[in-house]
């Protein structure tokens, strides 16, 4: 199975970054599981293994969740200690071995993979992705009772090498000294990838057999940016990947030498420059990159998690505002519905389907709920509150009433309250044609440019036959952006981009080139940006912008742009796929 | 024997953890505790056997609980409920 020549895989790029380590493979796995048909005497002793095993596990993850000082993941342990001790689980896994003298690893995992199976048939799409952390949980409980479970294992200074990860394993990982994750199975939006991500961990998901493809000890490149895996790399590659990772190091402190340098432009326009964030925590973080305010708040974990609670959502915004004071943060009203998770309703086209705006008027108590904790939260006035996905006049209209008709009723209750600056998203194109009226009801938008993508070309970027068409640098959508800015200055209300394209370098030269206010990037894009708009010149870039949006295809448009970059910031274009 | 309706007032209905919230209070009583929805009856005791019911927001879910504590018991349960798992 092991192969001696150089081998290129591509995987998921989950976390970014760049290692050159020996590897250490991980395995905790179904096919260990051995049946066996128990001697009468061995019976009693096969239980207590099995409940000495649980307990063991179960006080694994209560330790764990008291090192963990962040509420949402100390509640993902919650979940599975809770089923550990389902003592419907434990009769079902004892009756097994009393009844039928199955040993214990063997009940465990027909146990888990009955639960297992049922949960792939359940109706909510959100509880039949919790099917795969169900499985991992028995495999974990069944290396504990074999005595296959180490808490020490994490301990290398390498690349960790296995076939899929749980939260458990995920939090350990991040407080070792291991410098880098592949795993064989996995998405992107796990919880163990959330924080792989959130630590900084580089890592790629979905690299298949790579458990068998390797050895203990073989040297291996990871590139967790471009979700590739180098084994067996010939000296040359090494080389090269060596001069690449010292270059890239170079090149990041060079960046974080502009740390605390404005976003401007060489000829004096500045753009504001903001960052995403997916939870709450990812602000404190952020707070080390220097001072950026907050221009994409996505809150559907929010909404996972406190839909109904007002307080506790008042709470989050509260504290987020706070922090970024005297910077702004954008709460994003909660967007679900499309390919997330909403009750149990399907749509046969989910993005053309109940989404965004579309949920948030058809539940207006929970758009209610949201709005108020918002308006409550605004102490510092530095909070501005967004609407996801319109594409009609009426739907702004309706939520800006509901939105001041909550805050007239919050003035009846208490004094000094602050309205949050209101503005949509725009990422349908019927909204760009009828922007000038939509501009009447709004403070601010915000081009999400993914989206905007995807219904201009009508290319799901998910898709596995069509996502190569999926290109933001299309004409088409360069217009749409261009028709907005202008339409924007008109009107004098901000605008910004909070799409995939404000971290693209090609993206950011006409954006910039195009007029946008402000800039909002995933964090550990920002300072790259930084640096690439203090390189720019706003008249090259506006001279470029005019010229992008006459062109045939997005090639064109990226020999035009590639070009202006390598005259500018040719180091950028080395790292930069 | 003690019985009650309640509604799902969260958006999500009972998931992954409602389902666990659930059970945490079903285990501090010594009652049986059992929950419906429609044809399907489980231990409410039991995260995995929860986890399987189908009770968005707006349904209606029976609580029944038996024992020397189910007075409490159901007070407790139909509270969290009640509250939408917001609690915690």
């Given amino acids: 199975m092991r192969s001696s020549q150089e081998l290129k895989l591509k995987g998921i790029p989950v976390s970014p970054g760049i290692v050159i380590a020996p590897v ?55 979940v599975e200690i809770s089923i550990l001790n389902d003592t419907e689980m434990q009769n079902d896994v004892i009756l097994l071995i009393r009844n039928k003298r199955r040993n214990a690893e063997s009940a465990i995992s027909s146990v888990f993979n009955n639960r297992k199976e049922s949960l792939l048939k359940h109706e909510s799409s959100y509880m039949r992705e919790r099917a795969n952390e169900l499985e991992r949980l028995g495999m974990d409980l069944i290396a504990m009772i074999n005595d296959d479970y180490s808490r020490e294992d994490f301990g290398f200074d390498g690349i960790i090498a296995t076939e899929s990860l749980s939260i458990e394993q995920a939090l ?11 795993t064989e199975v996995g998405g992107r939006t796990e919880h163990s990838a959330l924080i792989l991500r959130n630590f900084e961990v580089p890592t790629v998901f979905g690299i298949e057999k790579i458990t068998k493809l390797v050895e203990d000890g073989d040297t291996m490149i990871l590139d967790g940016g471009k979700g590739v895996v180098i084994i067996n790399p010939m000296d040359s590659t090494l080389n090269r990947y060596f001069f690449i990772k010292s270059g890239y190091e170079r090149y990041e402190s060079g960046l974080a030498s502009e740390r605390d340098l404005p976003a401007i432009t060489v000829d004096g326009k500045e753009i504001g420059l903001y960052a995403n964030i997916d939870i709450p925590e990812e602000a404190d973080r952020l707070l080390d990159l220097g001072k950026y305010g907050i221009g994409l708040f996505r809150t559907e974990m929010v909404f996972y998690e406190y839909s109904s609670d007002e307080e506790k959502q008042y709470q989050i915004y509260y504290d987020i505002a706070k922090k970024v004071y005297p910077n702004s943060v954008t709460i994003r009203s909660f967007d679900v519905g499309g390919d997330k998770f909403y009750s149990d309703y399907t749509e046969e086209n989910p993005f053309l389907g109940l989404r965004g705006i579309r949920v948030l008027l058809e539940e207006q108590e929970v758009f209610e709920r949201q709005i108020r904790a918002v308006i409550r939260a605004n102490v510092h006035s530095n909070i501005r509150f967004m609407i996801p996905m319109v594409s009609n006049y009426e739907e702004v209209l309706e939520a800006k009433k509901i939105f001041l008709r909550n805050k007239k009723l919050l003035e009846k209750q208490q004094n000094n309250v602050n309205q949050p600056r209101f503005g949509v998203m725009i990422e349908v194109p019927s909204a760009v044609f009828i922007l000038e009226h939509i501009a009447e009801l709004v403070d601010f938008v915000s081009i999400g ?46 605008v910004a981009s909070c799409g995939e394209m404000a971290s693209d370098p090609y993206g950011v030269v006409l954006l910039v080139g195009f007029g946008i206010d402000e800039i909002s990037c995933p964090s550990s894009r920002i300072l790259e940006v930084k640096s690439l708009i203090r390189r720019i010149n706003l008249s090259d870039a506006e001279q470029i912008a005019a010229e992008a949006v006459k062109k045939s295809n997005h090639r064109a448009v990226k020999d035009l742009v590639g070009e202006y970059l390598k005259s500018v910031m040719p180091e950028l274009l080395e790292f930069y796929e | 024997m003690k019985e009650r309706k309640v509604p799902i007032k969260n958006k999500l209905g009972i998931h992954a953890r409602p389902a666990t919230l659930i059970a945490q209070t079903a ?49 407790a349960i139909s509270k969290i409920i009640e509250e939408g798992f917001g609690e915690e």
Avoid at chain 1, 465 to 490: G, M, W, Y
Avoid at chain 2, 58 to 69: L, V
Wanted: proline share 2%.
């Fill in chain 1, 449 to 494: 440019t993914n989206d905007l993508t995807q219904y201009t070309l009508a290319v799901n970027r998910k898709s596995l036959r069509v996502s190569k068409l999926f290109n933001h640098l299309h004409p088409a959508v360069l217009k749409l952006i261009q028709i907005t800015t202008d339409i924007c200055r008109e009107k004098n209300i901000v």
């Fill in chain 1, 172 to 182: 350990r990982i991040v407080r070792s000294n291991a410098k880098g994750v592949v």
């Fill in chain 2, 27 to 75: 285990n501090q009583f010594e009652s049986d505790v059992y929950i419906c929805k429609d044809d399907i009856e489980v231990n409410g005791k039991s995260v995995l056997g929860l986890m399987m019911l189908v009770a968005p927001q707006g349904s209606e879910i029976t609580i029944r609980c038996e024992g020397a504590d189910e007075e409490e018991a159901i007070e």
């Fill in chain 1, 24 to 78: 250490k493979i991980f395995k905790r796995k179904r096919a260990q599981v051995k049946e066996r048909i128990l001697k009468p005497t061995e019976i009693e002793d096969e239980v207590s293994k099995f409940t000495k095993g649980t307990e063991k596990l179960i006080s694994v993850l209560n330790e764990l969740k008291m090192e963990t000082k962040e509420e949402n993941l100390a509640r993902l342990l919650d």
